[in-house]
């Protein structure tokens, strides 16, 4: 047998280090050239490598944008900065074509695909894609935010932050799309709102397989797999994934309402919760259904109508075993068996099952200051009284143009119309029958639920209808209708 080969090492003739090559030593020994800087003390191999390096403690930025007027310490810096100008981004992943300005930000990029998380928070233990992040996240443990607002004084943890807070005191939104017309703040939005309308899901969970349009939607549903919640109500102890969904959990104890609505006056606790009640005064609706032509304006509800065609019921009742599409559904389901009625009147002390049924009821207390000359009947508004006197006058200014019929109310002639369409847009979200009208569907769903708010003032037997009450009362008590 052969002996082995002695390892060769190349030893530092300043310090004693040694290395396993010539060129690993020719590198070692810049340590000990001469350039150092007197300010930091970092060594340079080379004299122009030191004038470079000093620009960052003098400040000296002769290297200016002609677009912007951006200064820079050095030419390469520059030439980077110009790709913002010209669009230009050489360095695309190979795995959803994504590009990027630099190479480095294309290295960290490729993690949200390998799943690679190098960086190591040393207190919580939650990991990065990149140092950035890391350092981004470790103001959340020392509470530091050193970038601030020049027109408010409030401050952020990082650049990102403050550059998406200033939005709110210019509101420029110069990213427009060019399929719904909404604009957005930055171009990363306008991508990731984009793909509500394409479809797209380049993010995908290694779990489950579930996939997502952006990264932080797939960030928020991991939490789901590894069940973390790092972050505490000090009020009622709720935990929560996320930072944000905690602030915005607190103005529930603080009763702070930050979004109002300009045109309604409406406020509300998020601004998301604000954005998708603003597609009430517009009427948008970008969540389409791909198995008829309904739209609808939150995901959560395309996600309910979609039920309908799939026949997915996925909340089940632990007592009787009936299974409904909707949670809500089951909640007021659920009161059947335990008898709860969770909505008090504050005026005479009434409890129902219901919310609406609630809202209902409170119009028996609240001031009718507009009273009919003819019948004595209140209303709440004008308009009410207005609509009301036709039924003295006769007068009918809607006609069908189909059938000639004619109507007191414009809302009474688009529900007669439906007729002749056949359209019957109010879906049941339990058993998919459809109807012309929104309170024939609250009607329906007693049904399902078994409720019966309309009792008898005699022998309190209950209904699920009005007209069910009155007419046990003519016929059982021989109790007319009052004209």
Known sequence: MEKQAEEITYSCEECGLSLSTMSGLKSHMRIHTPYSCKECKTFLSTMSSLQKH????????????????????????????????????????????????????????????????????????????????LNSHMRSHTGEKPHFCEVCGNSFSSKLNLKLHKVTHTGEKLFPCEVCGLSFSSACSLKNHFRTHTGEKPYSCTVCGAGYASHSGLQFHMYK?????????????????????????????TGDKPHSCDICGTSFLSKFDLKVHMRSHTGEKPFPCKYCSSAFSTASALKLHTRRHTGEKPYSCEVCGSSFAANSVLKAHMRIHTGEKPFSCEVCGCSFARNNDLKRHMHKHTEKRYSCDVCSASFMNKYYLKTHMRFHTGEKPYPCKECGSAFHTSTSLKIHMRKHTGEKPYPCEVCGTRFCEKAKVAVHMRIHTGEKPFSCDICHTAYATKAQATRHKKIIHGIKKKV
């Not at 810096?77 to 990027?100: A, N, W």
């Not at 630099?102 to 233990?125: A, D, F, M, W």
């Not at 972050?231 to 959990?249: D, I, P, R, Y």
């Open 225 to 253: 797999h590894t069940g973390e919640k790092r972050f505490s109500c000090e009020v009622c102890g709720l935990a929560v994934t996320m930072m944000s969904t905690l602030k915005q959990h607190m103005r529930i104890h």
């Open 54 to 133: 000093m620009k960052l403690h003098t400040g000296d930025k002769p290297h200016s944008c002609k677009e912007c007027g951006s200064s820079f310490a050095r030419a390469a810096t520059l030439r980077l900065h110009m790709r913002i100008h010209t669009g230009e981004k050489p360095y695309s992943c190979e795995v959803c074509d994504k590009t990027f300005v630099t190479s480095g930000n294309l290295q960290i990029h490729r993690r949200v695909h390998t799943g690679e998380k190098p960086y190591s928070c040393q207190i919580c233990g939650s990991k990065f894609t990149s140092k950035g992040n």
